[in-house]
């Protein structure tokens, strides 16, 4: 079980608040890309990264490493950013971000990056190949398995059927080492998701699925590592997070505005942005004094 101390609180939020700003820096070199998605899983993923992932980025192909799926593709700014800060890659190369003949793709490609997992871009597939990868394990291993599949889902996806189809599969096999976390910030590219297709009751769907279901703030680092500690306990069918996140986190401009989904920063907006991350920092460390 991961122990969440002051000091290592403080660590996190400084660190994703650095993602962030790496996030925002090579949209804006880029001048295209999603701004509002990995803005706001950048305190999941930091988690992910820096507290709970058995991984080795100076061995990105090791047998016994957690394997992460990231099924909505577009928010790879995230990824890339935190795998950067994690050692996978220089923090330099995020401003090729969806460069020509970057290996840092609009949408993740394995075969550029070999320390990803999949190649992602459809929306929907992601839940599948965990799936798939939490069933082999499993076959492999058996059903004590050490090693943990971690899903990354967007809400907007649980309109696609092949999601749901992944999630009777999880359940039928009772996969305890497969974990979907759900960004529920409640926005797509054309709008907010209870106007466009409705999602609630989530948790009830996933509860008659017969999966384990927890509700957190995705911007709480307690809440995170709490969940990830009780999802790791749980044993005979899969855990879904739902993460109940702010599209943008960090960035008040940016918040809660679906039209954030899919278009980068201006150089000015982006200005505007770093300044405030910037505060934000100084912020976190005067309160931990």
Same mark, same amino acid.
């Given at each position: ?23 925002? +820096? ?14 706001? !899983?950048?305190?999941? /993923? ?11 980025? *100076? ?9 992460? $799926? ?12 935190? !795998? ?15 460069? /020509? ?17 999949? @190649? @992602? ?6 839940? %599948? ?6 069933? @082999?394990? *499993?076959?492999? /291993?058996?059903?004590?398995? %050490? ?6 889902? =967007? ?8 999601? #749901? ?15 979907? $976390? ?25 509860? @008659?699925?017969? #999966? ?12 995170? $590592?709490?969940?990830?500690? *009780?999802? *790791?306990? $749980? ?40 300044? +405030? ?8 460390? =005067?309160?931990?004094?």
């Amino acid at each position: 079980m991961s122990i969440l101390t002051d000091d290592k609180k403080e660590f996190l939020a400084l660190k994703a608040n650095n993602i962030r700003t790496s996030i925002i +820096e090579s949209l804006v070199t880029a001048g295209t890309g999603h701004t509002a998605g990995p803005l706001g !899983m950048a305190d999941i /993923f930091t988690t992910l990264y820096f507290h709970i992932l058995k991984h080795d980025p *100076q061995k990105p192909d090791w047998v016994d490493r957690d394997r992460v $799926v990231l099924s909505n593709g577009h928010i790879c700014p995230v990824l890339y950013a935190t !795998m950067a800060h994690a050692g996978y890659f220089p923090v330099s190369e995020l401003s090729t971000l969806r460069k /020509f003949g970057t290996r840092l793709q609009g949408h993740p490609h394995r075969e550029y990056l070999p320390s990803l997992e999949t @190649s @992602s871009g459809p929306l929907g597939a992601g839940l %599948s190949q965990a799936v798939g990868m939490a069933l @082999s394990d *499993q076959m492999d /291993f058996g059903p004590n398995t %050490s090693r943990y599949i971690y899903a990354l889902l =967007s809400d907007g996806e649980l309109e696609e059927g092949n999601t #749901w189809e992944a999630v009777m599969l999880g359940a039928k096999y009772k996969l305890h080492n497969l974990i979907a $976390v759900i960004d529920r910030n409640n926005i797509q590219i054309d709008g907010y998701t209870e106007d466009i297709m409705p999602l609630e009751p989530l948790a009830d769907k996933f509860e @008659s699925f017969n #999966w384990h279901v927890i509700v957190i703030d995705g911007h709480n680092f307690e809440d995170i $590592v709490d969940a990830f500690n *009780q999802a *790791q306990a $749980v044993f005979g069918r899969p855990t879904v997070i739902i993460a109940n996140t702010i599209p943008g986190k960090g960035v008040h401009a940016f918040e809660r505005q679906y039209e954030w989904h899919g278009k980068p920063p201006t150089a000015e907006e982006g200005k505007k942005a770093l300044m +405030e991350l910037r505060t934000l920092a100084g912020k976190i460390k =005067s309160e931990n004094e």
